[in-house]
């Protein structure tokens, strides 16, 4: 069979990406230019000023991508873009600049779902196994995908209220740590003690759903009624205290999900899955089942490119093509 090299464009937050995969699982290149700098001072991402860098980014990014790889445009088969869900200022860039790209080069354009490129972000490393189940764990989203083959989706669990980073980042900033916050609390935690027992949201007992928002609450009313008491914590303690709660529930809900639908393989995918806490935690429950997890190497947990090149590339497969009137779609379904 022909070998097949997407070009994958990521903008739907404050990363501009651009890479190429090769056949679904080689990374030819991979460039980000984050923008964290520049949002840090506002504590958040703030949409106009992402939409304002991708535009001034996204032709370096482009360029670079193609140096990197020493391909060009008469290798490249078909452009895939993240077309939601994410911020509709910042998805536009993207996928205007893929639709014009795609009608200047005459190659195909494939509309990507930014959390299947963060599922696919896993195939890079490992071939898939079906079925197999998928704990998304990002800024925006907190889900449990059932795969059965390439290309299908099936939410079997998801946050009621806030997503597990914005958990992490909300309780950062009580703290006065900087944004993002979920690396400043993972390092601290390793370094306090779960002395507080905070809340854990197992709601139904057949639910795979999740929910945060209580337990992010909890965390600062502790810090609130501990100020007024005079009695102040450790903020590693409370780092530590905050993740153990996140965690339990995270990776005793994605146990119990992969035994009830005897999945092959177990992935976890989204900025989140760089937390070492998650991580050890994960491998030490699936270590004693027979069960292989899969978590991919932290530079490809965070949103890229070459996670939406690496998705395109079976919905290329599959046929699917997205026509010029790709739209960005901020809240796009799974
Ligand atoms: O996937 P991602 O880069 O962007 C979204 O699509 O949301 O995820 C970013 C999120 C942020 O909330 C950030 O605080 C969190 O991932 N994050 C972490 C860690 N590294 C990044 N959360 C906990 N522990 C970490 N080590
Ligand atoms: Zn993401």
Redesign the pocket.
Known sequence: MKDKYILGIET????TAVSIVKNGREVLSNVVASQIESHKRFGGVVPEIASRHHVEQITLVLEEAFNESGLDWDDIDAIAVTEGP?LVGALLIGVNAAKALAFAKGKPLVGVH?IAG?IYANRLEEEFQFPLLALI?????TELVLMKEHGSYEVIGETRDD????A??KV?RMLNLP?????H???LAAEGDAVIDFPRAWLEEDSFDFSFSGLKSAVINKIHNAKQKGITFKQEDIAASF?AS?IDVLATKTLKAAMQHNVKQVIV??????????RAELEAKFKETTIPLLIPP?RL???NAAMIAAAGTINYEQGKRSGMDLNANPSLLL
């Open positions: 739907s937050c404050d990363e994410g930014h963060h764990v990002s800024g925006g989203h997503a597990a980073g914005e992490y980042d950062a944004y993002p916050g979920g690396p609390i993972d390092r993740q996140v995918a989204g900025g989140v899955a760089a937390n070492k806490g998650l932290l947990c965070t949103d």
